[in-house]
């Protein structure tokens, strides 16, 4: 693949307070304290008066079955209980509607009656599920409605169920602290990230030109499935950018779809890199085309009016790819959750950007490091084969090392390429709540052979 000349700019995220650089020894050793299968536009070094490039290095797009609104609260993963809920309207003709899960926590949710009051953010009945003291599962509802309601709560290990009736009325809600005194309690599991979560999540773009002069972008997305694995590039395609203009897409992934260049199943669920090359602008500074994007979800899919969280993507003048070491910093709470930060785990990803043009699959090594001693924790965790445009995800890195639980909450994360040589990384780090879901980004910066 010819190398087209250009200069690099790449998308960058603020990193914890972190400033190291590698030493030259190899991953597994202490390295002291430490205080893109489809053709694609690669990155390229050099510069011309006509282009330059920008990396989004995380897009996604993911649309859960029925929205991610389900008629079943799923309680307590590690023993889990299914709850649905049937109300019926006293006040027209006896009409009944089924209830609509709202999840809040593993143990907690709520149902609201969008078919009979017409609002789906509305909470009607509360319900959680708790491990009791001495073994089993104890019961809690209540609601905030006078309708007539029947909740049902179903042991899915045995599947013992129980209904609890609400008549007409505003009466008091219940508990229940024998019917499912039998179980054998579970501990809870990580609450970890996922790469298929349970709301839509997109990305919006914006694309500027910011001079006075008709500009062009060339947009590429190579993407991945959360089951397949990653599948190539669509298509070069071509936006035009009068003077003083801006390109916006609230859903990328989605535009792509549109126009086809993606099918809708890589709509439905992808997620990969996307790169932006100007064309035409006056000279290579970077201010001249910019580009901005946020991965986000609707805190309710139904309801889009309740908002979103989500996370931005900035641009940043200076290229991190590198050939030998990538470096930052991850965080796992979640054994311990901080009463400031919550409880965070951390996500990993690495993107074969092959700013020479080689064409190679990059094998590549995750080593973490314990701050406070400068040696290796827990184990390397070896991620083999990345393809040119290719974004590799490790989910839960903590957990993927063995990092024993609670040891370390903070860890130095070296990315070491083994093979080949020439070939260039990019990376980053996502810091999730594991209640909330709410993401943020952290560039990994180039600790040797930077390019």
Request: glycine share 10%; with cysteine.
């Amino acid at each position: 693949m010819k190398k087209p000349s250009r200069l690099i700019v790449v998308v960058a995220l603020s990193v914890f307070g972190l400033a190291a650089a590698a030493a030259a020894e190899g991953p597994s050793q202490s390295r002291a304290k430490v205080s893109r299968l489809a053709s694609r536009v690669v990155a390229a070094p050099k510069a011309t008066a006509a282009s330059y490039s920008v990396e989004v290095p995380y897009v996604q797009s993911y649309a859960p079955p029925d929205g991610g609104q389900s008629g079943t609260l799923v309680l307590n993963a590690a023993h889990p209980f299914d709850v649905t809920l049937i109300a019926t309207n006293q006040h027209n003709n006896n009409v009944q509607g089924a209830g609509v899960a709202l999840p809040q926590t593993d143990t907690f949710g709520y149902f609201s009656l969008p078919t009979i009051t017409n609002n789906p953010s509305n909470p009607e009945v509360f319900v959680k599920v708790l491990a009791a003291p001495g073994g089993g599962y104890w019961v809690f509802y209540g609601h905030l409605t006078d309708l007539i309601y029947d909740l049902t709560v179903t042991e899915v290990a045995t599947g013992l169920s129980h209904t609890y009736h609400k008549d007409a009325g505003n009466s008091p809600g219940g508990f229940d602290t024998s019917t499912f005194v039998g179980a054998v309690t579970t501990p809870a599991p990580r609450a970890t990230r996922v790469i298929s979560p349970n709301a839509s999540l997109r990305t919006s773009v914006d694309i500027s030109n910011n001079t006075g002069v008709t500009a062009n972008a060339i947009v590429q997305y190579c993407y991945a499935t959360t089951a397949g694995g990653f599948q190539g590039c669509s298509p070069q395609r071509s936006i035009p950018l009068p003077a003083y203009s801006n390109f916006h897409q609230d859903d990328f992934v989605g535009y792509l779809g549109t126009a086809g260049d993606v099918t809708q199943a890589v709509v439905a669920d992808s997620f990969g890199t996307l790169l932006v090359t100007f064309q035409n602008l006056p000279s290579q500074q970077g201010w001249e085309g910019t580009v901005s994007a946020n991965v986000y979800n609707r805190v309710s899919e139904v309801d889009p009016l309740r908002g979103t969280v989500g996370c931005g993507e900035q641009i940043s003048y200076f290229f991190e790819s590198a050939t030998t070491s990538l470096v930052g910093t991850a965080r796992d709470t979640v054994p311990a959750p901080s009463a400031q930060a919550g409880s965070i785990s951390s996500t990993l990803g690495v993107h074969n950007t092959d700013a020479n043009g080689t064409g190679a699959s990059v094998n590549a090594v995750v080593t973490l490091y314990d701050p406070a001693t400068g040696q290796p924790v827990g184990n390397q965790v070896t991620l083999s084969n990345i393809a040119p445009g290719e974004l590799r995800l490790q989910d839960d890195l903590f957990s993927a090392a063995g990092v024993l639980s609670g040891t370390v909450t903070t860890a130095i994360v070296f990315v070491d390429v083994q093979s080949p040589a020439s070939t260039t990384i990019e990376g980053f780090i996502l810091d999730q709540d594991t209640d909330s879901l709410d993401t943020r980004f952290h560039e990994m910066k180039c600790a040797a052979g930077c390019f």
